[in-house]
């Protein structure tokens, strides 16, 4: 690709996107047309040329949809495997450095689950709503499906995510999946929690709500009242169909923006109350130490972040020449105003393009034009929402916190690029 200086619009490459679209520009110029066979020529050899899938009929559908099997190596990846030191946890990373766009297929969701993935009747399963309210409440899966429902595409991130780069001392072969993999996005459908708690009728010291899952060790989380008359809703569907049971079948809390753990699977008891319930991990698990000793809990939003996924650690560069940097933000507090991409190691940054949809607390995906010289260098992102939130660097986050926090890490990530063309995690 043939570039002049005023095409660039930061060091390392960072190519101004408009100057690709004067149309006097090939990316790559590979695979070139040279000449096109003629009808005229022999037939038999023509036909040869064919590939075998054009020659024949093809194979059958099937009655559910499945990825094309040539894409068998896009699959989530087991972090926490069952196993006693883990007390029952398992957890599957999404893997998000094969995927593109914002929206998460369904079955690459990332799951955290404390206790199995329950097996959940909706002929029998029950939501109760109960405590400080006028009128106790008892809803079947049937019943709550006939109310208004509203429908938003939302990010789900573990407050977990990314805690390698918390915890680890030495960054090195983690691939993106590894790191980043507990975040998804979805389009989400259900009611809304102020529509239920309406007609339960609240009690005037109603503050809190303990939202409680049916699995067997009964999940379960406090709420302040005013996130749930806010923006949550009850989830029924995932991205149009039923959700998977891995994400909470027949029914899951959603609570936009806040760390995963509050949205709630199998969710079958609502209870109003005045005070937090210190259920099991609100005061362990889900709280970070501040180095100052004090410990933050109840720390719901998870803040401002963002990763380049392609390329990113894991992956290799073939050549030198021309990428798309491509990537995810996304905020808890709101939606993406900016994400700013350095390619070399922070010296000199520009801003990246936004693809449509940017919706409030979802997935976003940005992208920049790079020109890679095959030099060693440093990529690098920097989010900022609109409510003028950004990301810190490791070293400030890691002044913040006091060791072993891992959770709420949202540092802006650097990937080596080696001249071999090799990504990998580093800390700088
Ligand atoms: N009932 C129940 N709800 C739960 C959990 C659980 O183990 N049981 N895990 C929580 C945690 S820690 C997270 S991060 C999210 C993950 O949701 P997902 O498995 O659909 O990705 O669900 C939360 N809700
Ligand atoms: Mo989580």
């Known amino acids: 690709m043939k570039l002049s200086a005023q095409n660039y619009i930061a060091g390392g490459g960072l190519i101004d996107r408009r100057s690709l679209l004067s149309g006097s520009i090939s990316f790559l110029a590979a695979g070139t047309i040279a000449r096109v066979s003629s009808a005229s020529e022999d037939s038999t050899t023509i036909a040869d040329a064919y590939p075998a899938w054009s020659r024949t009929l093809g194979n059958s559908d099937s009655p559910y949809g499945r990825p094309s099997h040539r894409e068998a190596n896009v699959v989530r990846k087991l972090q926490l495997p069952a196993a006693p030191e ?11 450095e094969s995927m593109h766009g914002a929206i998460t297929p369904n079955g690459l969701h990332f799951g955290s689950h404390h206790f ?5 009747d909706p002929a029998t399963h029950e939501l109760m709503i109960h405590g400080l309210v006028d009128k106790p409440l008892k809803f079947t899966v049937e019943h709550l499906l006939r109310y208004p429902m509203v429908s938003h595409i939302r990010f ?5 995510n990314t805690a390698l780069n918390a915890l680890a001392p030495f960054a090195g072969g983690e ?20 529509d239920l708690l309406n007609e339960a009728g609240l009690k005037k010291q109603a503050l809190w709500v303990i939202a409680e899952g049916a699995d067997g ?24 169909e039923k959700l998977r049971a891995e994400q909470g079948y027949p029914m899951r809390l959603l609570l936009p923006g806040w760390e995963g753990n509050t949205s709630v699977k199998y969710l079958h008891r609502l209870e109003i109350s005045d005070r937090p319930a210190y259920t099991a991990h609100e005061s362990g698990l889900y709280t970070e130490q501040l180095a100052s000793g004090r410990i933050e809990g109840f720390s719901f939003p998870m803040d401002v972040k963002s990763v380049i996924t392609h390329p990113s650690a894991g992956h290799v560069l073939d050549e030198k020449g021309f990428y ?7 905020s808890g507090y709101g939606s993406i105003s900016s994400v700013e991409v350095s390619a ?13 949809p940017v919706n409030d607390k979802a997935l976003t995906r940005f992208s920049i034009p790079w020109q890679w010289n095959g030099k060693s260098t440093i990529l690098l992102s920097r989010a900022t929402d609109d409510r003028g939130r950004s990301q810190p660097t490791r070293k400030f986050w890691k002044q913040k916190y006091t060791s072993p926090t891992f959770n709420h890490y949202n540092a802006i990530q650097p990937w080596h690029v080696d001249s071999s063309g090799r990504l990998t995690n580093v800390f700088i």
């Open 116 to 120: 199995g993935v329950p097996d959940v």
């Open 175 to 194: 691939s993106c999946q590894d790191l980043y993999g507990l975040v998804s996005c979805a389009e989400w459908v259900g009611v809304k929690v102020s």
């Open 217 to 240: 060790g009964s999940h379960a989380r406090s709420i302040p009242l005013s996130k749930m008359t806010d923006d949550a809703i009850i989830a029924f569907y995932q991205n149009g």
């Open 156 to 160: 789900l991130e573990c407050s977990g």
């Open 86 to 96: 883990n007390s029952g946890s398992t957890a599957w990373l999404t893997p998000i």
């Open 344 to 356: 070399d190691e922070g010296k000199t940054w520009a801003t990246a393009s936004l693809h449509n």
């Open 324 to 330: 798309e940097i491509s990537g995810l933000a996304w």
